[in-house]
């Protein structure tokens, strides 16, 4: 390959990440269930637990997964993002029709089907960006995962700010965002992201850590925006449509990479034609071995052919950190322990974020949408600075080897300092989760406000650092399928923790209201639902903890491997 098809294929690359960051920007509309909740409540006149019941509905959907992580090895990308797409449109329309009653309220089963396509929707379009875009960037797992999950975690508070800034916090017109926004987006996505064959130079893993590091900063520089907005609101519509449009301008930035990197490919060219050139054409002429080197090679291969023979006789099963089909990881303790321990995290976490704007009611907060996006905005800053930050105590132990390289007896030092298993974050964001939610039981004055932020960066934590520990525990091969069984945990976590805990705790509590709804104001609403979900979160952390320990040896060998080929290469360059 060509010095400048090797750098079109980058920058091809580059674009596709861009349209996925713009997908994962739009993918979060999962969680926004609370800034149209009581609109809904409202017009059909239900109980807590039946809107909780419906917010299930909307989790159930991301059950259905399963098939678009079926469809992630056998459908080209773009065909998977069109299914989310069209899916989303179906979904999210039909709720935007009841809210602005432009039909009257549909059947309560009728309601369900839709809620559960339009959360279905969502996990075609991360299936498509996730397994694509970390086969495209196989060796910065990590950084791909936080900065994608980053911005759907952005998603919630995106939509729920532009709906303020324009739409004066309208819900009908909120789900006419949801419905067309993502729509569109993936329209565009479909063009530009695909599987890009991967270069493993030096050169390559370094420009990818330089390209990698401008996506957070222009990430952290959204988050901070919105949390600006946020924290001064919306004085008129001037400065409203101003806010709206600097946004959509930092969320294109990102577009400047791959024009970089198209622009620097498009400079090779005629660099590699003056190379041609000054080269003289050559024929290089190939020798014969020797006899009785051409004896040696081929006794050789034939021990080695018979010692792979052995080896794939004695090996019936492979080992955690090798390719796994699904029921080979299925048959593992460590995938179960992995997917409990995910249970208790995304679980306890959706139970807060689809029950926020009854929460905050509770608590004597009649606007929510500041508690909403500071769960959102804070659970992208638990995405990214988990995922970045646990890719960086990998390879700075991988640095720290290359130096004491020269001294002797130093394997077991370099493995301490390069071993650290990513399932230790998932377990700090636990013990931090069941803290946030303690203090929202105690119902201080502003306990809403650190809950928020605490909830939504334990919960970001949990997706971020969960999506690379599966793919280097099980492989890539199947990762898309494996990626949506763990998903799992989010309508069953749902179900549990929102639907029948928090569902049934409120409804005890509350008083019916005329129509056949109900209300419930005071710390006693939800206080023991916070409890459980506590305890919850303390067996999550015993569970990671325990995962840390049996992976510890598996990521020793996944991160020395590395060493190697870096120490290689700086020999070479010397």
């Known amino acids: 390959m060509g010095i400048r098809e090797s750098h079109t294929f980058s920058a091809w690359k580059w674009l596709g990440f861009v349209s996925a960051v713009w997908v994962q920007t739009i993918s979060g509309n ?5 800034n149209y909740s009581d609109a809904i409540k409202t017009l059909m006149n239900l109980t807590q637990l039946q809107l909780n019941n419906l917010s299930v509905a909307k989790d159930v959907g991301k059950a259905f997964g399963l098939l678009a992580g079926l469809a992630s090895d056998r459908l080209p990308t773009p065909v998977i993002l069109l299914i989310g797409a069209i899916e989303g449109l179906i979904g999210y329309g039909a709720q935007w029709l009841v809210v602005s009653q432009k039909i009257h309220p549909l059947p309560y089963w009728q309601m369900c089907i839709f809620m559960c396509l339009g959360g279905n929707s969502t996990t075609w379009m991360n299936t498509a960006v996730l397994v694509t875009c970390i086969r495209n960037f196989r060796r910065n797992r990590g950084p791909v995962s936080g900065i994608l999950k980053g911005y759907v975690g952005l998603s919630t508070a995106i939509f729920t700010d532009l709906c303020s800034a324009l739409f004066s916090d309208d819900p009908a017109r909120f789900l006419v965002m949801l419905a067309v926004i993502p729509f569109a987006v993936c329209l565009v996505a479909i063009l530009f992201l695909r599987e890009i064959p991967q270069s493993t130079s030096v050169a390559a893993e370094k420009e990818e850590a330089r390209y990698f590091a401008i996506f957070n900063i222009v990430a952290v520089v959204v988050a901070v925006y919105l949390l600006t907005y946020d924290l001064i609101g919306s004085t008129n519509q001037v400065f409203s449509l101003v806010f709206a449009v600097i946004l959509l301008i930092l969320l294109a930035s990102p577009l400047a990479v791959p024009i970089y990197a198209f622009v620097k490919s498009w400079r090779l060219v005629g660099f590699e034609a003056d190379m041609e050139r000054q080269q003289p054409l050559l024929k290089e002429e190939t020798t014969s071995p020797p006899a009785e080197t051409k004896e040696i090679i081929t006794e050789v291969a034939a021990a080695a052919s018979a010692d792979d023979a052995t080896v794939l006789v004695e090996k019936t099963k492979p080992v955690i950190g090798e390719e796994h089909t699904i029921m080979e990881a299925m048959q593992t303790w460590d995938f179960w322990v992995l997917f409990t321990s995910f249970l208790c995290g995304v679980g306890t976490g959706m139970a807060v974020i689809n029950n926020m704007a009854q929460i905050g009611l509770a608590l004597g907060h009649a606007d929510v949408s500041i508690f909403i996006s500071l769960t959102s905005i804070w659970g992208f800053f638990g995405r990214i600075i988990s995922g970045s930050v646990s890719e960086y105590f990998l390879n700075v132990g991988c640095k720290v080897g290359e130096l004491i390289l020269q001294m002797d007896n130093v394997d077991e030092v370099m493995a301490r300092k390069a071993g ?59 990762y898309g399928l494996l990626y949506n069984i763990l998903i799992l945990n989010l309508p069953i976590g749902s179900f549990l923790f929102s639907g029948l805990l928090a569902g049934y705790l409120y409804d005890a509590q509350a008083t019916p209201t005329p129509g056949g709804g109900n209300t419930c104001v005071g710390a006693h609403c939800y206080g023991l639902v916070f409890i459980i979900m506590a305890m919850a979160s303390l067996i999550g952390f015993g569970l990671d903890v325990l995962l840390a320990i049996r992976t510890k040896n598996i990521y020793t060998k996944i991160f020395n491997s590395r060493k190697p080929k870096k120490s290689l290469a700086a020999s070479n360059g010397q």
């Open 30 to 34: 999962n969680y926004t269930f609370s």
């Open 420 to 478: 650290t298993p990513r399932p230790l974050w998932n377990a700090a964001s636990q013990i931090l989760m069941a803290v946030g939610l303690l203090l929202m039981a105690l119902a201080l004055p502003g306990c809403l406000y650190i809950g928020s932020i605490v909830v939504g960066m334990c919960y970001g934590v949990r997706l971020a650092v969960t999506v690379p520990v599966a793919s280097e525990l099980f492989g890539l091969k199947f």
